[in-house]
């Protein structure tokens, strides 16, 4: 008897999870040959060969090809097709139109010329070639994938094809075992993937953006896997010939995954199914474009939705090649980690897009405080409020919420604990060593994050170690080149470097990134500053203008501008309208602030009654460590040794663990107070302390204090030579002090120096010192050529000008 038999061993490689074998007679379907043009398409096997050779088809787009040729002339409708296709599957319109794209693509087709697959609108897709049957072809092996193996065997006794089944079954079961330990990621560690929008077709608007931001929390906790950042997403969809906030549907992903050359796209959508919500999520090679891996989990509620999802992620994450002990490391619940509120990571999405890709800090946060209402254990949402308060010079605001999120932290995922912590340490408490080695850890333990690279920026910028911050934020521009903070970064630490030129360049390279950021225009004004561009400064000044809610940190700019040059009256009135537009606003550390500026502007130049009458007010608004000290470094200038100390005792408590109070604000101080005790040499041991964090830029108004105290004090102890090299190292870091008044009057301090040597010096060493002091007058004198007459200190600067032009 000769019969024929099919042995059919499907073996499910991506999950590994079953082995089957079944035995049917498909003789009818084996011998099924169709062919059109150049294409031959084989049922048997599932290939489409052109001119002999296969073309690649993922299985399901091979299904779609077969129903519509089978169908040829004939108009399938979509729902046909997906019944067809997906039997026992619910799937979304969108999986449809992405395996006709990739099979238009295949074949040659295309929009403008349906040559094969013609687009019926409202009705569905016709075949529109001629399609034949060919001659069948006798074959033993009818297919061989790493998903399916198809084997036909001929029989001649029984006991002969039972023998051969046995060795096949052996060889299948040792072939999975070692696919089992040997399988090959689908994905590498070098690759990045592209996350698409979900497609919705709820009808409930809540869950637009939010699930792909949920989506994109749970997977950034693999160490695995790296998502295009949203900021790459915006920079590169115009060059795509895309709006910049183009949803990223399944074709615009893909196209998009191809021209950032990543490896997949991860497609979610999600849909009611009576009173349930079935979500689906999709992986997608950019560079075949066959699935890697489909994965569905259903909802009962709208509030299960994400733990369906975190579900779905977990495996999708495992089929893609993560290891287990990184799925079990990382793999932390998103209703757990984040919220299980789904208005509640909505707001934090908004917040997010706010703040990370427009760089618009101010406005983010509405969106953060509404997330916390929503949810008050909203940890994450809690440390990026607090993030954006300290950026936006809210400290209190900002310790508080950050304080809130590490109090919360017990259960959130590991990017998220690297983050509430490094905040906590970083801003809360201000120990900067605990935040430096978190965010070392971080970098090690993600090395493709640019989130600790730019931390570590801030870090070393507040203690300025300012080639270690231009490092830090090379490597976090290298790691997402299309952030534009990164490039914001780059160029304050090429400005604090004195590197004008580059720093220019930067900063308007950052701004085609991230247009009308206010870091970006307030970076600009800075350098104009810097290259005394007065129109340059008058357009930024303009800008801000109509951008009411940054407006005031421009105004307090002019203020310190006007300063500067020794024109008081001109900066009260900027300070006053700064001040004013705080109120407005309703930031009212941000006003302690200016009036803390405003007092040491007004101490440094000998207006004690006004220095006073600001600190107070500051005091009065705020006592936030930065205004705080700020308002009692002006009463030490001042000569209110009373008030200073008593501030300064209020420092010591509030803030025993910070470092840059405890190494910075504190000696500054209290140098400043044993200088106007008549101690000079107590002072210079005092301020010594402060040497490692000198030239930082702390408090963000407060910039090279340490340096210019030291340099007053070795002035009073009669050591020229050393004051003179403490105001010179101020007038060598122009880029960090900027237009501070200890800017300007380090020029006249030069000048005092170079005078007293001039005193202890012999012949042609008094001749050259005195002459040197002339010239530094002269700066002094030139730069504050249209000042105020009636400030203390020109007074005395004219004075002893005068007298050293009589000494010879």
């Not at 061993?9 to 999950?15: D, F, G, N, R, T």
């Not at 787009?61 to 619910?90: C, G, N, Y």
């Not at 608004?621 to 002006?634: F, Q, T």
Request: proline share 4%; with cysteine.
């Amino acid at each position: 008897m000769v019969g024929w038999f099919k042995l059919k061993i499907v073996l499910e490689s991506a999950a590994f999870s079953s082995l089957r074998s079944v035995l049917a007679d498909e003789d009818k379907k084996l011998q099924e040959l169709y062919e059109f043009g150049p294409f031959r398409v084989d049922p048997g096997k599932e290939v489409l060969l052109r001119a002999g050779e296969p073309v690649p088809l993922t299985p399901k787009t091979f299904q779609v090809l077969l129903v519509l040729v089978r169908h040829h002339q004939e108009i399938v409708s979509k729902d046909d097709l997906m019944k067809a296709v997906w039997p026992d599957t619910f799937v979304e319109e969108a999986n449809l139109s992405r395996n006709i794209f990739m099979l238009r693509k295949a074949l040659g087709d295309n929009l403008e010329d349906q040559r094969y697959i013609i687009t019926v609108p409202g009705r569905g897709y016709r075949f529109a070639e001629n399609v034949r049957l060919a001659p069948a072809q006798e074959v033993s092996i009818v297919a061989a994938q790493h998903s399916k193996v198809q084997v036909r065997v001929k029989e001649t006794k029984p006991w002969a094809w039972l023998s051969v089944i046995a060795v096949v079954l052996l060889g299948v079961a040792v072939g999975a075992t070692w696919l089992l330990l040997h399988r090959k990621p689908l994905l590498s560690e070098k690759d990045t993937v592209v996350l698409a929008d979900f497609a919705n077709s709820t009808g409930d608007p809540v869950f637009d953006d939010t699930l792909r931001q949920g989506l994109a929390l749970q997977l950034e906790q693999s160490s695995f896997l790296a998502l295009v950042s949203d900021a790459w997403v915006q920079q590169t969809l115009p060059l795509m010939g895309q709006p910049a906030d183009a949803r990223l549907t399944p074709t615009i992903a893909y196209d998009l995954c191809q021209r950032t050359q990543s490896a997949a796209v991860i497609e979610g959508s999600i849909a009611n199914l009576g009173s349930q919500y079935v979500l689906g999520l999709r992986a997608v090679s950019c560079r075949t474009g066959d699935s890697l891996d489909e994965e569905q989990a259903r909802a009962s509620g709208k509030e299960q939705v994400l733990a369906a999802m975190d579900k779905a992620a977990a495996k999708l994450r495992e089929k893609l090649g993560e290891s287990r002990t990184s799925l079990e490391r990382f793999d932390t619940p998103l209703e757990q980690a984040s919220t299980p509120s789904m208005a509640a990571l909505q707001a934090y999405t908004l917040g997010r897009k706010t703040q990370l890709v427009k760089n618009n800090f101010p406005e983010a946060v509405p969106f953060y405080q509404r997330a916390i209402r929503l949810d008050p254990n909203f940890a994450i949402a809690y440390a990026a409020l607090g993030s954006v308060y300290w950026n936006i010079g809210e400290s209190t605001l900002g310790t508080e919420n950050a304080r809130k999120a590490y109090d919360l932290r017990a259960r959130v995922s590991e990017p998220e604990r690297f983050y509430i912590e490094s905040t906590y340490y970083h801003y809360a408490t201000g120990e900067l060593e605990k935040a430096r080695q978190i965010y070392e850890v971080w970098s090690q333990t993600y090395p493709r994050s640019a989130s600790p690279r730019t931390r570590l920026f801030a870090l070393y910028s507040d203690i300025g170690q300012w080639d270690k911050a231009l490092a830090a934020t090379r490597e976090a521009q290298r790691l997402d080149p299309a952030q534009g903070l990164p490039y914001s970064n780059l160029a304050y630490a090429y400005l604090s470097l004195n590197r004008l030129e580059e720093a220019r360049a930067t900063t308007e390279e950052a701004e085609t990134k991230n247009p009308n950021s206010y870091v970006n225009r307030f970076r600009l004004y800075q350098i104009a500053f810097l290259e005394n561009d007065v129109a340059g400064m008058a357009r930024q000044i303009q800008w801000a203008a109509e951008h009411p809610t940054v407006e005031d940190a421009f105004l307090e700019a002019e203020a310190e501008t006007a300063a500067y040059f020794g024109q008081l009256g001109k900066s009260r009135d900027f300070s006053h309208r700064a001040v004013t537009a705080t109120t407005q606003t309703q930031r009212a550390e941000r006003g302690a602030v200016y009036h803390a500026s405003a007092a040491l502007r007004e101490a440094l130049y000998g207006n004690t009654t006004e220095a006073r009458f600001h600190a107070g007010l500051s005091i009065g608004l705020s006592r936030g460590r930065d205004p705080e000290y700020g308002a009692a470094l002006a009463l030490a200038f001042s000569g209110d040794a009373a008030g200073a100390e008593k501030l300064a005792n209020d420092l010591a408590k509030r803030f025993p663990e910070d470092s840059l109070v405890q190494f910075n604000y504190l000696p500054t101080l209290r140098a400043e107070l044993s200088l106007r005790s008549k101690e000079p040499s107590k002072a210079i041991a005092e301020v010594q302390v402060a040497a490692p964090y000198e030239l930082g830029y702390p408090g963000r108004y407060l910039s090279l204090y340490p340096v210019y105290v030291r340099a007053e004090a070795y002035l009073a102890a009669q050591q020229a030579g050393r004051a003179a090299s403490e105001f010179q190292k101020i007038v060598d870091h122009r880029g960090v002090v900027s237009n501070e008044p200890i800017a300007a009057l380090a020029h006249l301090g030069l000048a005092r120096a170079h005078a007293l040597q001039a005193k202890s010096a012999q012949g042609t060493d008094a001749d050259a010192a005195r002459s040197q002091a002339r010239a530094d007058y002269r700066d002094f004198l030139s730069l504050w050529k249209d000042a105020d007459p009636d400030i203390p200190i020109l007074k005395q600067a004219k004075s002893e000008y005068a007298k050293l032009q009589l000494w010879f």
